[in-house]
């Protein structure tokens, strides 16, 4: 038997059959929500979730663990090849934990380093911590990359006139060398930190330091004394608006609001996550221009299963919004440049760069072994705009579509930590991530 919400989706799918040919995505999600709605009609008992590590001690003849443990960390190798870094091998990994109360929040610290053929070294570390019986929520980005990443422009259209070769990308780092790319080398340190107090329940409210010093810039592909001179797009952005070519900095305090409503920070099952920061570069800390950056961020989490809630589905949105010519090119909103760096999956990281972006990702997530089993599934569709100045491109005039499907497999069941691993595909692009936990 349907439930309302079942019924609803019928009558829905009747009455806008025009509409919903042109979205076949749109169908897959309301025809999961209504047949799956109606499993939760009476009391269930959730089944027993069990993980990888529980597995290996019954195969292996151990007794489970049944420590009283607060915390889990999962270690990831990476290893990878591409024109940009050359042969690249590190470790990323994740720990979270939460406090002594049973009603205290998952917390998680993330980070990787990773050293490429072509000396180039990159040492990240993200933290979303809840401390002090979860009255105080620290949210930080901490990185230091001697890297290299090409730029293609600004807006959702760039390269402009022409279409680029197809990309391949792992963990987002590009791996063609088309003839489009304008390959970059930079070195970034960045210190991003907030920490925010409650003022009511899930409700947070504070303020951060946001600091980005960007030096010892090479525009590869630029040629200003040829005979035929090549001017690259972080060199017209950078002339037109009077920033230096090989080094800025830019400094700032932001003020952070905060609601999490979800029941776990690690794998959410329920709930929802809104994040306002407002973030005003002034002169005076060394910044070029009195420039404001809004960043928005939403997440929320409907599971179908009282049963199994592990089976759900998830949406995303992220919204990057400053002032044209007052930030400096590579510090403008771009794609995968998230906290996590997750956002985009079917591109690679920067991919697409603009002075104001919206991102948008829904995320079916089901079991694929029985109730409680280690293997999981998601299938996913997202979506970029971003703004370009010069052409008078705004949001929305172009967007970047992607889409795919992931597997994982739950090695902590207490913190709910998953292994990921997932295909994405863009336009001629697509991308294999691995990773610890949840894209969002």
């Known amino acids: 038997m349907l439930t309302p919400q079942g019924i609803l989706c019928k009558a829905f799918l009747s009455a806008n059959r025009n509409l919903l040919t042109r979205f076949p995505f749109l169908i897959f999600l309301l025809l999961v929500f209504s047949t799956t709605a109606a499993q939760d009609t009476s009391t269930i008992v959730p089944c027993e979730q069990r993980d990888l590590p529980e597995l290996i001690n019954n195969w292996r003849g151990k007794t489970p663990d049944k420590s009283k443990k607060k915390g889990s960390l999962l270690l990831v190798p990476i290893i990878s090849s591409n024109p940009a870094t050359g042969f690249a091998f590190g470790v990323a990994g994740q720990y979270a934990f939460k406090g002594k109360q049973p009603h205290s929040l998952y917390s998680s610290i993330a980070g990787s380093g990773t050293y490429t053929t072509k000396n180039q070294v990159l040492v990240q570390l993200k933290n979303n911590i809840y401390v002090k019986d979860d009255k105080i929520f620290l949210s930080g980005d901490w990185r230091a990359l001697w890297f290299s990443q090409s730029t293609y422009g600004l807006g959702t259209s760039a390269p402009e006139g022409a279409a680029l070769e197809y990309q391949y990308s792992l963990n987002g780092w590009e791996g063609n060398s088309d003839s489009l790319i304008q390959p970059m080398k930079f070195n970034l340190f960045r210190f991003y930190q907030t920490i925010s107090w409650k003022i009511r329940k899930s409700m947070y409210l504070g303020f951060g330091y946001h600091l980005d010093v960007i030096n010892s810039i090479v525009d590869e592909r630029l040629d200003t004394t040829g005979t035929r001179p090549l001017y690259t797009s972080h060199y017209l952005y950078s002339r037109y608006y009077g920033f230096n070519i090989e080094h800025y900095l830019v400094s700032g305090l ?150 795919g499907f992931g597997f994982r497999i739950m090695v902590d069941k207490k913190s709910r930590t998953n292994l990921q691993i997932d295909f994405g595909f863009g336009k001629k692009s697509s991308g294999v991530y691995f990773g610890a936990s949840e894209t969002f």
């Open 254 to 403: 932001s003020l952070d609001f905060v609601i999490d409503k979800r029941d776990n920070q690690v794998n959410p099952y329920k709930g929802y996550y809104v994040r306002v920061n407002n973030l005003i570069n002034p002169k005076a800390l060394g910044s070029k221009y009195d420039a404001n950056l809004l960043n928005l961020e939403f997440r929320s989490y409907h599971s179908f299963s009282k049963r199994n809630p592990r089976n759900l589905i998830g949406f995303w949105f992220l919204g990057n919004f400053s002032q044209s010519g007052r930030m400096p090119y590579l510090t403008l909103p771009a794609l995968g440049y998230d906290q996590r760096g997750r956002a985009g999956r079917g591109y690679t990281q920067g991919r697409f760069r603009g002075s104001n972006m919206v991102y948008a990702e829904t995320e079916y997530r089901f079991s694929i072994s029985p109730c409680g089993g280690i293997l999981g599934g998601v299938l996913f569709a997202n979506f970029t705009s971003t703004s370009n100045p010069y052409t008078n491109e705004k949001l929305l005039d172009y967007v970047a579509p992607g889409y």
